[in-house]
Each structure stands twice: as structure tokens, then as C-alpha cells.
């Protein structure tokens, strides 16, 4: 019954009062990096599932740059013409925002946009706090705690500015020291935030994974925390929410061509 009434509930909302047909809203594609990790496809899934069911009708499909299917040529080629806004599921700025994702929709027929990263946003603090809470944080940190935020790494020197951003907000949150750091590419490392910060005083210090799924830089990072790790970011109701919200800011967004990328920093964005 919940399927039949979410499917007449689609129909209906491509209907105006008038009885004229709406025009079709873009398609949502979800672009994923891909991992081999299996749990990272089946987290991914579940997290497609929790934005269907926030908007009921949309049409929301996955597309991974590598590793797994289905690939985002393959997701785009199967959309024909038509438009699409291309979510991004990884939390800054980089080469696969800037050249791999555009250059992927720009093969294919699809009148695709790319939004803007995940990161830095408050969803995405909120999800941290909330994984952190469930890992054994406090509401109240004793003294000598602190964190360390740990991050893929990139080349892109962009990609390390929102992940410092990302870093400010939650110290900010939490009310105690924030580190970011990365399992990869980019200085410091984990370790090294790590060491740095107990050379200062803290000997409580947490991983706090920024990662979207779990797979081998999460699992590696969590392994290195002297204290306590959060979970991935994963599935979390504010994710789902800010896929939705990153899609509303293009299917809003005026006088923006295809293979647009949206470069505002949205950490400040609603």
C-alpha cells in the first residue's frame, strides 16, 4: 500500500491544478568514488534509499567514478536526454568535482549540472557530532580531550581548505581542539596529528572519520585512534538530507549551463 499511495503521489505532482502535465523535475544522480570494500556499496544503497524516501517521486540514481557498478557513464547513457544534476558524494572540492565528473557527463546525451561537494556544510557536522556521540564522546569533554579529523587527502589545495573548514565547525561544536588530517596524499597524517597533539597536552584524543562509507582509509584511521573512533558518516538522516539539499540548490540556481559546477563554499549555506 505505501508503494502504490508514494506512486499516485508521484503522478499527481507532475499534474497542475489546471490539468496541464508539470515538467518532469531533473533526475538526481548520486556519484559515488567506489570502493572495494563491499560495505561501501550496500552503504551507499541504503543512503539512496533514505533520500527516496525523503522525496517520493524524484528519481534518484547512483553512478560511481570507479570500481563499482554501476559506473556513472553507464547511469548517465541509460538517462538519454535527459536532465540531470549530478551530486557529488564526497565531502570537498578536488580533481574528480572539478574534471572527472564533468568530463563524464559532458560523453554522454544527458543535460547534466554538477552541484557543489557535500563539504563543508553544518549537515555534516551534525552527522560528525552525532558519530562521535555514539563512539563514547561527551557532552561535556574533560580536560585533555581533543580531535583529530581524519580525511582522505588530495592534491588539490582546495580540498585541504574545506577540510580545515569542515575542522573549524566542529571544534566549534564540540568546544574542544580539532585537528584535520588524512589517511593519504596530504601532511599531516593521522599519525602525526595524532603524536602532535598528545606532545601538547591532550591524552584523550578521537578519530573523527570523514569518510562516507566505510572501507580501507576509514578502517586504517580508526585503527590508529589512542582513544576512541567514530563510525563513517554511512547513512546517517542529515546525509540523505544533504543530497536533497545540494539537488534544490541546482534545480534553483539561475543561469547555470551544463556541466556547471557550483563553487561557493557552503558552509554557510542553509
Partial sequence: ????SSQLASQLSLVSLDGRRRPEPPALVVVAHGSRDPRALSTVRTLLDKVRA???GLSVQLGHIELNEPLLPDTLAALGDREAILVPLLLSRGYHVKRDIPEMAAATRVRARVAAPLGPHPLLVETLYSR???AGWEDTPRAGSAVVLAAAGSRDPESKVDTARTASLLS???GVPVVPAFATTAAPRVPDAIAALKARGFDRVAIASYFTAPGRF???CAQAAPWIASAPLGTHPAMARLLLHRYDQMTHARGAGNGAISHELPALAG
Fill in 172 to 174: 566549534t561544536r564540540l
Fill in 132 to 134: 562521535l556521540v555514539e
Fill in 1 to 4: 500500500m505505501n508503494r502504490i
Fill in 218 to 220: 576509514a578502517t586504517e
Fill in 54 to 56: 525523503l522525496r517520493p
